[in-house]
T-cell receptor, first 115, second 112 residues
Framework: ETGVTQTPRHLVMGMTNKKSLKCEQH?????MYWYKQSAKKPLELMFV???????ENNSVPSRFSPECPNSSHLFLHLHTLQPEDSALYLC??????????????FGPGTRLTVL | LAKTTQPISMDSYEGQEVNITCSHN???????ITWYQQFPSQGPRFIIQ???TKVTNEVASLFIPADRKSSTLSLPRVSLSDTAVYYC?????????????FGTGTKLQVIP
């Protein structure tokens, strides 16, 4: 248990559906991250929010839309996805006060399948 | 960001010490070296972090030579539950968030 929760844990959706992934942390961290992990590939950083402001967007298609309403919550809105978007989506958070350099706390992930 | 290079896979028998070396030739002065462990269908979990020389905690040791262009994660007396993918990262805190890149990792298989 890392203190980072993600819901749902599993999601199956059609290409025309709209769904959202939710991430929540109560660790007092100010930075939150979305990663994508496809089968047999390394984790790919998608988005980073620091103090609720998006600071990184790594060339992610517009069918993925992040939202950070406050420092404890992060969403990833999905619409018109493709089958190749099927992957494990991981959320992470980290402190921004320098107390734990480079330690990110990961959630358990959402296993997404796009049909 | 500094790129890291690790062996793709390693096998070890239970009870042995395992050393996984990571190369990071372009590490920057302010970069830290961090290792994570990931089990299938779970998020990575922090193992250990260091800047230079040697760091030890309850689960592992991290050896970093003076030039910091490589690092070695040492797992003492591995068990079957240590079968996982191990990632080496280098990065730094910038602007309140962490700038790191995950590589392909090393898949460790512990054999009974």
């Amino acid at each position: 248990e890392t203190g980072v929760t993600q819901t749902p844990r599993h999601l199956v959706m059609g290409m025309t559906n709209k769904k959202s992934l939710k991430c929540e942390q109560h660790l007092g961290h100010n930075a939150m991250y979305w990663y994508k992990q496809s089968a047999k590939k390394p984790l790919e950083l998608m988005f980073v929010y620091s103090l609720e402001e998006r600071v990184e967007n790594n060339s992610v298609p517009s069918r993925f839309s992040p939202e950070c309403p406050n420092s404890s919550h992060l969403f990833l809105h999905l619409h018109t996805l493709q089958p190749e978007d099927s992957a494990l989506y991981l959320c992470a958070s980290s402190p921004s006060d320098g107390s734990s350099y480079n330690e990110q706390f990961f959630g358990p992930g959402t296993r997404l399948t796009v049909l | 960001l500094a790129k890291t290079t690790q062996p793709i896979s390693m096998d070890s028998y239970e009870g042995q010490e395992v050393n996984i070396t990571c190369s990071h030739n372009n590490i920057a002065t302010n970069d830290y070296i961090t290792w994570y462990q990931q089990f299938p269908s779970q998020g990575p979990r922090f193992i250990i972090q260091g800047y230079k020389t040697k760091v030890t905690n309850e689960v592992a040791s991290l050896f970093i030579p003076a030039d910091r262009k490589s690092s070695t994660l040492s797992l003492p007396r591995v068990s079957l539950s240590d079968t996982a993918v191990y990632y080496c990262l280098v990065g730094v805190l910038r602007g309140g968030y962490q700038k790191v890149t995950f590589g392909t990792g090393t898949k460790l298989q512990v054999i009974p």
